[in-house]
């Protein structure tokens, strides 16, 4: 049988740092890269008659991430305790939801530009929403550190907010999982929610998938893939996965439901246990905790739901009149969405605004690393430098140099243009005319190439008159001029 025969579906279950300044339960600092153990109180760490506090913002939040992706909230929502032992998990069990979450239902769209950009010209569902069907606040647990012969715990991230997302099997292939995770990441993002930075631990993924054959409706084993920290990880491991579970089905072999890890040095999925099923953790409500009413916390912080990025991208294309990838880069981050759109606000040509700012800023910051909060360019300056080139004042060539200089210094474009004495280029059509007569008489195949409509070589043309100019000419200026001779 072809391996084509076979489809897989997936799930995922997404767990989220919040960005909370103390922990879900107590009043811990949360604090990325504090020393070992050091911000832990007898909440946290699991002594006996420590009582449990509820996180007011760490509640609001979760409820803001329903609001965003679609959840309805029940009017009551309770806490519950899971219940197993793992060294980080200092009480033995971890105060979690189970059945009256905050948010139910709900679902994340995957955005076009969100999928790999090796796959994104041939999406197999396009405009794609993928259904959630819950999402539930817990605490997370320590870190863990294994060296060749012993383990090392840290006890700071114990307690931290966290919030899952759990996805229905609505996800088909890989590149749909990178692109959920991508979407999904944006959005909590430009919620203010999290940094969701997969690196430093604060977005985790577990990601659950079988196989079966075409026309199968009963679902396939599934097996879990336990903390996957990047998109591309998921990506990579799913691949693998995918592709073993078919070669045991084809060579007659049963899946077992189990966890499984991804060796990422090996490029392999890698067993660690069988699976624990939902009753295996012997849920029951929490005895120290009340439920929560939800109904003010939702009139709340309703008043905080933002523009999301894929509202924030149709809009720049219809209000900046910028390509449709242009502006999904731009709003594929707040931060950098709001420095453009302050750049273009008022600017004689916002499409050029958004060139200066993806193929010229965007370069230079990534280079360098630095965020677009850091920008040594504020965007007003960005807009006056593209405003005096699009007035001629000084050539594209020259804002380019004075670009550079801003960079650095952080000097306004009126200040470096003045230090260099940049003189306005030669916008005189008179003056202008003699030299491009002289650049048509000696160039006939390029001139004939425009006369048969080619407007390309327009470019080649006005080329050869800023060289004639040395480099004094209004290049724009010239290319109209040419474009009227020839026409």
């Known amino acids: 049988m072809a391996r084509t025969d076979y489809f897989a579906t997936i799930g995922l279950e997404v767990h989220v740092q919040l960005k909370t300044a103390s922990k879900m339960f107590c009043g811990c600092a949360v604090e990325y890269g504090a020393p070992p153990n050091s911000r832990t109180c007898p909440v946290c760490l699991g002594m006996p008659g420590a009582l449990p506090v509820l996180n007011q913002g760490a509640i609001e939040r979760t409820v803001l991430a329903g609001l965003l992706l679609g959840c309805t909230t029940p009017p009551i929502s309770k806490w519950d305790r899971k219940n197993y032992y793992y060294p980080d998990m200092p009480k033995n069990y971890q105060i979690s939801q189970f059945d009256l979450p905050l948010c139910l239902g709900g679902g994340v769209p995957l955005d076009h530009f969100a999928y790999p950009k090796d796959a994104q010209k041939a999406i197999a569902n396009p405009g794609k929403v993928v259904k959630l069907t819950r999402i539930h606040l817990e605490e997370d647990v320590a870190k863990s550190t294994h060296h060749s012969s012993s383990s090392s715990i840290d006890f700071n991230r114990a307690g931290t907010p966290l919030m899952e997302i759990v996805s229905e099997p609505d996800i088909e292939s890989p ?142 294309v219809t209000a900046y009149q910028i390509s449709d990838y242009d502006a999904s880069v731009l709003a594929s981050e707040r931060a950098l969405a709001d420095y453009f759109e302050t750049a273009a606000d008022g600017a004689k040509a916002p499409k050029k605004v958004a060139n200066w700012v993806i193929n010229n800023l965007l370069s230079v910051l990534n280079e360098g690393s630095i965020p677009i909060s850091d920008c040594p360019i504020p965007a007003e300056a960005l807009r006056e430098l593209v405003d005096t080139i699009e007035k001629g004042e000084i050539s594209n060539n020259q804002g380019k140099e004075v670009f550079a200089v801003m960079i650095d210094s952080g000097q306004s474009p009126g200040e470096v243009i003045k230090e260099k004495g940049y003189e306005p280029p030669m916008n005189d059509t008179g003056e202008l005319d003699a030299f491009i007569d002289q650049v048509i008489a000696e160039n006939p195949k390029p001139v004939e190439d425009v006369k048969s409509g080619n407007v390309k070589s327009i470019n080649f043309l006005t080329g050869q008159v800023m060289k004639l100019t040395k480099g004094k000419a209004n290049p724009k200026v010239v290319s109209e001029l040419i474009g009227k001779k020839l026409s």
Request: aromatic letters at 8%; one cysteine or more.
């Open 175 to 316: 590149e749909e999982a990178f692109a959920y995770l991508n979407s999904l990441r944006q959005i909590l993002v430009y919620g203010d929610l999290s940094d969701a930075d997969m690196e430093k631990g604060q977005m985790r993924c577990d990601v659950n998938v079988s196989v079966r054959k075409r026309g199968q409706e009963k679902l396939g084993t599934k097996i879990e893939l336990k903390n996957m920290n990047s998109m591309s990880n998921v990506r990579r491991a799913l691949k693998y996965e995918i592709d073993r579970q078919i070669t045991e089905l084809e060579e007659g072999r049963s899946i077992t439901q189990a966890t499984w890890r991804w060796d990422d040095d090996l490029g392999e999925t890698q067993m660690m246990r069988t699976k624990e099923d939902a009753h295996d953790y012997r849920y029951f409500p929490d005895p120290d905790l009340l439920p929560v009413e939800t109904a003010a916390i939702l009139t709340k912080v309703r008043t905080a739901v933002p523009e999301l990025p894929h509202e924030k991208r149709e809009r720049f």
